[in-house]
């Protein structure tokens, strides 16, 4: 190869380094929230019954490239008639402007252990340019754990409302 | 503010307020934690557990309650075993119909259901 060839070749790619566009860093967009939700609940041979109030403070986690891809966690505590505290992480993904479906895994923790699925569609009101209030059904389902008797999946729909803020 | 928002602040406000004056849920189980201390959830209802001492099957917590309740203040030497029997039974209604008027007959029997637990711990 002709070295002259070489050199000019070379020094247009480390030119390349510095004459091209840097790409713009990723900015993750972090949102956080609580909400309040009740339904029914059945499961074996007991149900539908009123199920016991849930706490719910949540974050949510996304990317400006991708704003429609959502993670989101929270931490749960049922309130009554009996306190439980646990946890759930969900995948969501807006539909609109206004909606949000989500999905993903839920566990009650204390005292006594529940696992299982989660899934829920949620409408977004704006009330300030930062501020949404949040409403939709939920629906769970509970099929491990040591609080959950033999043979037993309990189902749960749910009615939840809360507040979002973009922080 | 479009009517829209206002349905749904409405909606929300409603909601909360449903929440706020939840009724109990009734005496049935549906997980262990249902039920009082001592006690265990099979085939939907609270019973002791096999081997346990005393009433082989306590069924609802509400008839437990209130017998230990009448224990505790004497009332059973007063009346008679059928007046706490009367009573028990008062007390799953009003379990029962727990959603009628979301406060009173909640509460009794909430308060039904904290002495049937201090009647199991003694």
Same mark, same amino acid.
């Given at each position: 190869?002709?070295?002259?060839?070489?050199?000019?070749?070379?020094?247009?790619?480390?030119?390349?380094?510095?004459?091209?566009?840097?790409?713009?860093?990723?900015?993750?967009?972090?949102?956080?929230?609580?909400?309040?939700?009740?339904?029914?609940?059945?499961?074996?041979?007991?149900?539908?019954?009123?199920?016991?109030?849930?706490?719910?403070?949540?974050?949510?986690?996304?990317?400006?490239?991708?704003?429609?891809?959502?993670?989101?966690?929270?931490?749960?505590?049922?309130?009554?008639?009996?306190?439980?505290?646990?946890?759930?992480?969900?995948?969501?993904?807006?539909?609109?402007?206004?909606?949000?479906?989500?999905?993903?895994?839920?566990?009650?923790?204390?005292?006594?252990?529940?696992?299982?699925?989660?899934?829920?569609?949620?409408?977004?009101?704006?009330?300030?340019?930062?501020?949404?209030?949040?409403?939709?059904?939920?629906?769970?389902?509970?099929?491990?754990?040591?609080?959950?008797?033999?043979?037993?999946?309990?189902?749960?729909?749910?009615?939840?409302?809360?507040?979002?803020?973009?922080? | 503010?479009?009517?829209?928002?206002?349905?749904?602040?409405?909606?929300?406000?409603?909601?909360?307020?449903?929440?706020?004056?939840?009724?109990?849920?009734?005496?049935?189980?549906?997980?262990?934690?249902?039920?009082?201390?001592?006690?265990?959830?099979?085939?939907?209802?609270?019973?002791?557990?096999?081997?346990?001492?005393?009433? @082989?099957?306590?069924?609802?917590?509400?008839?437990?309650?209130?017998?230990?309740?009448?224990?505790?203040?004497?009332?059973?030497?007063?009346?008679?075993?059928?007046?706490?029997?009367?009573?028990?039974?008062?007390?799953?209604?009003?379990?029962?119909?727990?959603?009628?008027?979301?406060?009173?007959?909640?509460?009794?029997?909430?308060?039904?259901?904290? @002495?049937?637990?201090?009647?199991?711990?003694?």
């Amino acid at each position: 190869m002709n070295p002259m060839r070489w050199l000019v070749g070379a020094c247009v790619a480390l030119l390349s380094l510095f004459v091209a566009a840097p790409a713009g860093a990723q900015q993750y967009l972090i949102g956080g929230g609580a909400s309040l939700s009740s339904g029914l609940e059945g499961g074996g041979s007991v149900g539908p019954r009123l199920t016991r109030t849930r706490l719910r403070l949540g974050g949510d986690l996304r990317i400006d490239e991708s704003p429609d891809d959502i993670l989101e966690f929270g931490l749960l505590a049922e309130l009554q008639p009996h306190s439980a505290f646990g946890a759930d992480l969900r995948y969501a993904r807006a539909a609109g402007d206004h909606f949000r479906v989500d999905l993903g895994v839920m566990g009650i923790l204390a005292p006594s252990s529940l696992y299982g699925i989660c899934s829920s569609l949620v409408y977004r009101l704006p009330i300030s340019k930062k501020a949404q209030i949040e409403l939709g059904p939920e629906g769970d389902f509970f099929f491990l754990g040591t609080d959950l008797p033999d043979g037993v999946v309990i189902w749960q729909i749910r009615l939840q409302g809360g507040i979002r803020v973009d922080l | 503010m479009s009517i829209c928002r206002r349905v749904a602040l409405i909606g929300a406000g409603l909601l909360f307020l449903g929440l706020a004056f939840e009724c109990a849920p009734g005496t049935d189980c549906i997980r262990f934690s249902d039920c009082a201390d001592g006690l265990t959830c099979a085939n939907g209802q609270c019973v002791a557990p096999p081997g346990a001492g005393g009433d @082989a099957g306590v069924e609802g917590g509400a008839d437990a309650a209130t017998e230990g309740a009448a224990a505790d203040t004497g009332v059973v030497a007063d009346t008679g075993s059928g007046s706490a029997a009367d009573g028990g039974d008062a007390a799953g209604d009003a379990a029962g119909d727990a959603c009628a008027p979301c406060g009173d007959a909640a509460v009794q029997a909430d308060g039904a259901a904290d @002495a049937a637990s201090d009647a199991t711990a003694e």
